[in-house]
């Protein structure tokens, strides 16, 4: 039977709702172990309606009164802001009263109504749920009841389809922090799409989701290495780590005779972080292992009869780098791992494409246009693993059992933009200077108009859509400079020759 393994840390915090607000809910971050465990990751309490119910205290509140739709809207929004290793897995509820964690109480089988409404919203609001993954889509959730009265705590597993059905579903606290082993990737986005849409003003928005399942497919078929190396994807993750260190110190001990007398000294006393198991890039958040995506080469993802050579009145060019950060178990096998890693790269571009398109004022452009578009970049913040919330806990460095989610803030936003939003979304409070805002640079000028052909500027039927400065402005001005310059000369002489008549 499948368990869902929780933190001390996680039931202080359902306590904690459960006495400052006597009825509280809101979502569960978890992440799969194995096929048998999962592990609750964060909870996160839902504050939308803090405002409207802040002088109704007295008004006991029960699961019919949850919003579907605020619970919804968080439910989307922390999954933008997971790792590709962790996911939201479902919904809880703290209360005092004690018919909360009653199975054969009226407010549990309101439960069941209310998961069904939120997976339906879910579904009609957001095109992209359920291909966030690169695997099959999620379709069990887990349902968490905790009543204070009697410090009793429930777990359900929620089957979506035919209005929804609950399972049994074991749960354990567990007293030691959960360890993370942080992974790391890079990936270049240098790609060119045709644009099929023959009309004269195409959907900027449809043309996204194109790149979107383009780039699926590619990472579908690529190969993640580990430490530039192919790993076995049915070994976990603990077992390879075995065998590098102890591949590692072999490779130490046959090092040339000419550092033997130094190799035989320092043997024993090798620390682990010392070993070329984790990327050079050491610090304070411990070892790191780095992966790398291999695309393969785009013609071998058709069989040869399906290649054709065809015209298009435009194209979608990609440029740019993706940088991924996720957190795995120890237990997690060498296919999962990659398989987050995949994950974390989609749904990172997936993201940046809902917020640049949430702030379009018109979706549609002309073909005939150089339309330059810069999407968000991504930034990261921690989350102690002693669920604490306060602004102090989170720094720029991280231990073992911290992990990172990550926000993304557009050219010129502030990092408060961050902060605001991991209190509504996570109910963390964080300190600005706490956002890591160095793991991807913006991109220059430079870059972008360089990478257009001489023909696009001697065009005068184009036009360069751009929140970057233009060419064709400055030659403008200067022009219009030598136009006032010659008039006033001329004016001059006119002046002159009638001063002299």
């Known amino acids: 039977m499948h368990t869902v393994l929780l933190s001390k840390a996680d039931e202080v915090y359902l306590e904690k709702c459960a006495q400052e607000h006597s ?58 802001m997971c790792p590709g290793s962790f996911d939201v897995i479902g919904i809880f509820i703290a209360s005092a009263r004690p018919e909360a964690a009653n199975e054969q109480s009226d407010e549990f089988k309101n439960a069941k109504t209310l998961f069904s409404d939120v997976y339906n919203l879910l579904l009609q609001s957001n095109s992209s749920f359920g291909v966030y993954t690169t695997d099959m889509a999620q379709t069990d959730y887990v349902f968490l009841a905790y009543s204070l009265a009697d410090k009793r705590v429930i777990c359900k597993n929620y089957t979506y389809g035919n209005g929804g059905t609950f399972s049994k579903l074991d749960h354990r606290f567990v007293e030691k922090p959960f360890d993370w082993i942080q992974i790391e990737c890079n990936y270049d986005l240098d790609d060119v799409i045709p644009i099929v849409d023959a009309a004269r003003r195409i959907n900027i928005e449809e043309q996204f989701q194109n790149i979107i399942m383009t780039i699926r497919k590619y990472l579908i078929a690529s190969e993640v290495f580990l ?29 040339p005779s000419s550092n033997s007398a130094t190799s035989a000294t320092n043997t024993t006393a090798v620390p682990a972080a010392a070993l070329p198991l984790i990327s050079s890039k050491e610090d304070s958040n411990g070892n790191v292992i780095r992966a790398s995506i291999v695309m393969p080469v785009k013609c071998q993802l058709n069989s040869p009869a399906n290649i054709k050579i065809n015209e298009f009145n435009g194209t979608l060019r990609m ?25 974390d790269v989609l749904r990172s571009l997936i993201t940046r494409i809902q917020v640049y398109c949430d702030g379009l004022t018109d979706p549609h452009v002309s073909n005939e246009a150089v339309y330059i578009s810069e999407p ?89 859509k751009s929140s970057m400065p233009k060419r064709e402005l400055s030659r403008s001005l200067y022009m219009v400079g030598i136009a006032v310059a010659l008039l006033v000369l001329l004016a001059s002489v006119a002046l002159h020759y009638a001063m002299a008549g």
């Open 23 to 80: 009825f509280s809910y809101g979502i569960i971050v978890g992440h799969q172990a194995d096929l048998t465990k999962s592990i609750v990751v964060h909870l996160a309490r839902n504050n939308e309606e803090d405002a409207d119910l802040e002088d109704l205290t007295d008004i006991c509140l029960t699961t019919s009164d949850i919003n579907a739709q605020a619970l919804a809207t968080q439910w989307l929004s922390a999954s933008k």
């Open 227 to 255: 430490q530039n190396e192919v790993v076995e994807d049915t070994i976990d993750l603990q077992t390879y780590i075995k065998k590098k260190k102890l591949t590692d110190l072999d490779k130490l001990k046959t090092s």
């Open 319 to 343: 440029s740019g780098m993706i940088f991924s950060r996720i957190y795995c178990n120890s237990r997690n096998t060498i296919a999962d791992v990659k398989r987050f890693v995949r994950d």
């Open 376 to 464: 968000p970049r991504r930034v990261f913040f921690s989350i102690p693993a002693d669920g604490a919330n306060s602004s102090s806990s989170s720094s720029p460095t991280a231990s073992n059992h911290s992990i990172q989610f990550s926000e993304y803030l557009f050219r010129g936003e502030a990092p408060t933009v961050a902060v605001a939003q991991a209190k509504q979304v996570l109910d963390v409070e964080l300190d600005p200077e706490a956002i890591i805002l160095d793991a991807e640079g913006l991109p220059e000028d430079g870059n972008f108009t360089n990478s257009q052909p001489d023909t696009d500027h001697s065009d005068e039927t184009r036009s360069m």
